[in-house]
């Protein structure tokens, strides 16, 4: 298991709610990303982090926004939820350097948005 | 534009049987990761196969790149109830080592005791 979580695992709300998914990490990874992803699909990266105060904007458009504060922790943001944020949101992490390492992922959070 | 495509996109097989997928890209790789994903988990990475390798084993696990053909192939052998999940390819996103993935639709396979 890797050493990476992801609170809450379910979560049901209301439209218009603000809500915040926790991802961390504890194998002092630079690089973290989130991905959504539908049930059967692929995952889509909508945001990703190198290190400390670095954010960058995904492939799929999103409406949510995240922030790197501290090595370890990768919150992801959403304003106002709306029925159609409905998904699984996944977190990510891989070693810092130039060449592509495996991605160590978190048990995602499965949101629905009523 | 979806960089991985898979396919079958659903494999039904019996336990001990051999299980292959296969998988295609559209741009040049540095390399191609092979995930397996368990209903409502995340992503457990299975293998790393570089641009320059042509094949690849870990334990039940055989992978094989054609850059040529812009392919590569997951085969399972002996298959086992516990391998019942979706996997998925990846590729990093060229032109540098930015360390992104695209990954593929998946393909989820189903094994019979």
């Known amino acids: 298991e890797a050493d990476i979580y992801q609170t809450p695992r379910y979560l049901v709300i209301g439209t218009g709610k603000k809500i915040t998914l926790e991802c961390s990490q504890t194998m002092g990874h630079d690089k973290m990303y989130w991905y959504q992803q539908d049930p059967g699909m692929e995952l889509h990266l909508i945001h990703y982090?190198?290190?400390?105060?670095?954010?960058e904007k995904g492939d799929l458009s999103s409406e949510s926004t995240v922030s790197r504060i501290r090595t370890e922790h990768f919150p992801l943001t959403l304003e106002s939820a709306r029925p159609s944020h409905t998904s699984q949101y996944l977190c990510?992490?891989?070693?810092?350097?130039?060449?592509?390492?495996?991605?160590?992922f978190g048990p995602g959070t499965r949101l629905t948005v009523l | 534009s979806q960089q991985g495509e898979e396919d079958p996109q659903a494999l039904s097989i019996q336990e001990g049987e051999n299980a292959t997928m296969n998988c295609s890209y559209k741009t040049s790789i540095n390399n191609l990761q092979w995930y397996r994903q368990n209903s409502g988990r995340g992503l457990v990475h299975l293998i790393l196969?570089?641009?320059?390798?042509r094949e690849k084993h870990s334990g039940r696990l055989r992978v094989t790149l054609d850059t040529s053909k812009k392919s590569s192939s997951l085969l399972i052998t002996a298959s086992r109830a516990a391998d019942t999940a979706s996997y998925f390819c990846a590729t990093d996103e060229p032109p540098s080592n930015t360390g992104k993935l695209i990954f593929g639709q998946g393909t989820t396979l189903q094994v019979k005791p």
């Open positions: 982090s190198y290190g400390v105060n670095s954010t």
């Open positions: 196969i570089r641009s320059n390798e």
């Open positions: 990510a992490s891989s070693k810092p350097g130039l060449a592509s390492h495996e991605q160590f």
